[in-house]
């Protein structure tokens, strides 16, 4: 009989010899939670299809970042839900002072300080009338398509009006060519230039952001493919990330997470910047259905989810988990 020599599983015996070997640890500083706004409710709504995620008033928004805040999460993405009226086919509502996600901003602001990372979703699809993440214009055939260079004006508008809010980080997520730097030029210029920037640069045009259209009452029909990226392709997140990292970002991100950790670990391995991750609300969707159904343990699965995506080398996590992770993991 041959035995082994080598016994790796030496190191897996116990509890404490697992915990002193383990190459990756969550913290709940690593977390994320991206959040949601809307105007013209009087209570918040549960997410149909994004189950403990809510349509927040500014009330019940505050009241849930207080409890992220106890659980230990210190940074939150807040994304804005306009009423249908006030739609329209630039978006105007997101430059507007008294646009709901700008008054959301300016709400966390004003409740929490410093204490508490605040970021906006600087993209303009919640708020135009056709759900696209730009402007649309005609070509010389009569077809419509997203406006590349129109559009960045108005996401400089946007990004100055949540700084002006008080956005501690602006978050473009429109993959618009030349986003990241027509956005750093607007804010420097109006003496911003201590608001980062976390670029959404290696960002799919993926089916599993489908909860999320309608968490934010998203009027989109069609599909963004002329302007997100395509599955099949490795290559071109490296000259995304590439690019806005030489435009200014002064954080990357890959998005979503678990079926792109391909990306995200090419991205890590040489981003001299900090590398996000997003596990976007397909993600979430699917391990609350599959745990629903009593088909998998949801905080297991849950936590082995995140510690991959951290393996794979995201220094942060945007994830609808934050505030149960984090709980879990004071648990621990
Ligand atoms: C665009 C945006 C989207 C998400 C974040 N920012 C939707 C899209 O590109 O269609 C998706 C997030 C998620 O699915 O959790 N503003």
Not at 147 to 175: C, K, R, W
Not at 311 to 329: K, N
Request: charged share 25%; glycine share 6%; proline share 5%.
């Amino acid at each position: 009989m041959t035995v082994p020599v080598r016994r790796p599983r030496r190191l897996r015996t116990t509890p404490a010899m697992r915990d002193m070997v383990a190459e990756t640890r969550l913290d709940a500083s690593d977390f994320i939670l991206p959040m949601f706004v809307a105007d013209g409710i009087d209570a918040a709504r549960e997410i149909p299809s994004m189950p403990g995620q809510y349509q927040h008033t500014i009330d019940s928004l505050k009241a849930a970042v207080h409890e992220a805040l106890d659980a230990g999460v210190r940074c939150v993405d807040l994304f804005g839900v306009p009423r249908d009226g006030d739609k329209d086919a630039t978006g105007s509502v997101a430059w507007r002072e008294d646009g709901i996600l700008n008054r959301g901003v300016a709400a966390l602001r004003e409740e929490f300080g410093d204490e508490v990372i605040v970021m906006a979703d600087t993209c303009l699809d919640e708020f135009t009338d056709h759900g696209h993440c730009g402007s649309l214009s005609e070509d010389r055939h009569g077809n419509t398509y997203v406006d590349n260079d129109a559009t960045l004006p108005l996401y400089q508008a946007m990004a100055v009006a949540q700084a002006e809010a008080g956005a501690h980080i602006v978050s473009p997520s429109g993959m618009m060519d030349g986003q990241i730097r027509a956005i750093r030029e607007a804010l420097d210029s109006e003496g911003f230039e201590d608001v980062a920037i976390m670029a959404y640069s290696a960002k799919y045009a993926s089916a599993f952001f489908g909860p999320f259209r309608d968490a934010v009452g998203s009027s989109l029909k069609g599909d963004r493919r002329t302007y997100q990226q395509d599955p099949a392709n490795a290559r071109e997140s490296m000259l995304e990330t590439q690019l806005d990292i030489e435009e200014g970002a002064d954080i990357v991100m890959v998005k979503p997470a678990l079926p792109y950790l391909d990306i995200l670990h090419e991205v890590a391995a040489s981003s001299p910047v900090p590398v996000a991750a997003y596990q976007v609300s397909g993600e979430y969707a699917m391990i609350h259905a599959a745990a629903a159904n009593g088909w998998i343990d949801l905080d297991r699965v849950m936590m082995e989810s995140l510690t991959s995506i951290k393996r794979a080398g995201a220094d942060q996590i945007l994830t609808y988990f934050a505030v149960d992770a984090a709980r879990a993991l004071a648990r621990d």
